[in-house]
């Protein structure tokens, strides 16, 4: 059964999900993300696979990414249009989640053995059929709060869940490579990409099912929007209009994407494998470090997600973001001027002050991360606010597929510049010898260039309109709209 609530006062009505249904779709996150740990790692297979030099892979992958990109407006109209037996975006998860493990599989184990004159364009066939996949089920997850709960306040509750469930995706992959199948295969070569892909393949169908059954009651058309059936099919031409009028999304797309972007960069698979396999001489401690981070960031995120339930999302993405550079700044003068060691046994001081930094820093970065969930939702019922449209695809396919068309450059950045210490045929290896370029590198990539995201993120937030007052306004009209 749905619940219900008056706002006191007012006239509006929420349905809000159940905890355990919140709890449950999140997983849908965790599900794309362990293939996103695992896919990181493409340019080693595109090196060891079939001899692509460093930058070339990272230009390749890059192109891939655009087309990722371009995939999220043409997936969304056809989500946005979707209203049937099945509702909206069941069909989408599940058919996302079978694509993805079907053409992973193509990748590692058939791509390769083919005839050399059809191998490589095989592979890069099923991987633009790879990015078909993660953008179905992607979409959803920023797509689907909007009818899983009305409540603004709630939203920022999926949220936590949202960013527990993708700890836990983002944890496991990463612990499950760097611990169990990197010792084994240290070149990272065809045959790691071969045994780890059925531990990703199964961990996705796990999330994917609870995803599913998570979302199904509240997969429907009174759940969408004013809750009856649009009377116009949203058009292409609506992404326009959207991108022109909704000042909010706008706001929200330039925040998320910069310390995405530099975010990702940070925490590439190679800037993992120098700053831990060759500058600390610990690369296993990178999933524990991840793990950590994941773990004792939860409780803090949770306050900051409770901190915006009070105030608004906006305030509290300014002040996560003014901590995060704070952070980057003692983590630069850590590495820089302690003797980065990494050591359990015995347990040093600089173990103990950069796994403390890391920890603070994945905070920001996860809230940071986790506010756009509720931002997201906010968007899609400011565009009823102001047109009446409910299109959530729409909203969170601007979202992700301008994320991504810039999120793309990452492997690209991350080969340019170990290009230009020399790596310019092969990244960094475990058995790569350390160097002042190569550490010099490493700090600017995982400190410099967050650090700029952060600042890009604060002056963004100065202009996104979405505060308190303007999401109760929003929520005491949007049910009294007819559908377009």
Not at 100 to 108: N, W
Not at 155 to 162: C, G, N, S
Not at 373 to 391: H, I, K, Q, T
């Amino acid at each position: 059964m749905s619940t219900e609530t008056i706002q006191p006062g007012g006239n509006t009505s929420y349905h809000r999900a159940k905890p355990w249904q919140m709890a449950c779709f999140a997983g849908n996150t965790a599900a794309y993300c362990v293939y996103n740990v695992f896919i990181g790692y493409m340019a080693y297979f595109m090196y060891g696979g079939f001899g692509i030099a460093t930058v070339a892979a990272g230009t390749m992958l890059t192109a891939f990414r655009v087309w990722d990109a371009a995939t999220d407006p043409i997936l969304a109209w056809l989500l946005d249009r979707t209203d049937g037996k099945f509702g909206k975006f069941r069909p989408f998860i599940i058919c996302g989640d079978v694509l993805m493990a079907v053409t992973c599989f193509l990748m590692f184990y058939v791509s390769y053995t083919l005839p050399k004159a059809i191998a490589f364009p095989a592979f890069l066939v099923f991987y633009l059929l790879y990015v078909l996949g993660y953008t179905a089920q992607g979409i959803c997850s920023k797509g689907a709060q909007s009818c899983l709960t009305s409540d603004p306040k709630q939203r920022a509750t999926y949220a936590m869940f949202d960013m527990v469930l993708f700890a836990i995706g983002l944890m496991g992959a990463t612990m499950t490579i760097s611990m169990v199948y990197a010792p084994k295969y240290p070149d990272l070569g065809v045959e790691f990409f071969k045994a780890v892909y059925p531990v990703i393949a199964i961990a996705g169908a796990v999330f994917t099912i609870m995803a599913v059954v998570g979302i199904s009651e509240w997969d429907k058309t009174q759940y969408f929007g004013t809750g009856k059936k649009s009377k116009e099919k949203i058009k292409i031409s609506d992404y326009i209009d959207v991108v022109k009028s909704n000042r909010a999304i706008q706001m929200m797309i330039l925040s998320a994407c910069s310390d995405r972007l530099t975010g990702n960069v940070a925490t590439n698979a190679a800037v993992n494998v120098v700053l831990f396999g060759i500058i600390c001489g610990n690369f296993g401690m990178s999933g524990l470090v991840s793990m950590a981070g994941a773990l004792c960031s939860i409780p803090i995120v949770m306050l900051v997600l409770n901190y915006s339930k009070k105030t608004d999302s906006k305030h509290a993405m300014i002040l996560i973001s003014w901590a995060g550079i704070v952070i980057l700044i003692l983590t630069f003068l850590l590495l820089q001027f302690c003797d980065p060691h990494l050591s359990m046994a015995p347990l040093n001081f600089f173990t103990v002050a950069f796994l403390a930094l890391r920890i603070l820093y994945q905070t920001c970065t996860g809230s940071s991360s986790s506010l756009v969930n509720p931002m997201c939702g906010d968007c899609a019922d400011y565009e009823v606010y102001l047109s009446g449209r409910y299109c959530p695809g729409l909203i969170g396919s601007l979202y992700s597929g301008i994320d991504k068309f810039i999120s793309s450059f990452t492997t690209l950045i991350v080969a340019g510049c170990f290009a230009l210490i020399g790596f310019t045929d092969s990244l960094p290896t475990l058995e790569t010898p350390s160097s002042p370029a190569l550490r010099a590198m490493c700090y600017f990539i995982l400190c410099g260039l967050p650090m700029i995201g952060f600042a890009v993120n604060i002056i963004a937030m100065k202009f996104y309109p979405l505060d308190r007052q303007k999401m109760e306004e929003i929520s005491s009209k949007k049910m009294q709209q007819p559908a377009q």
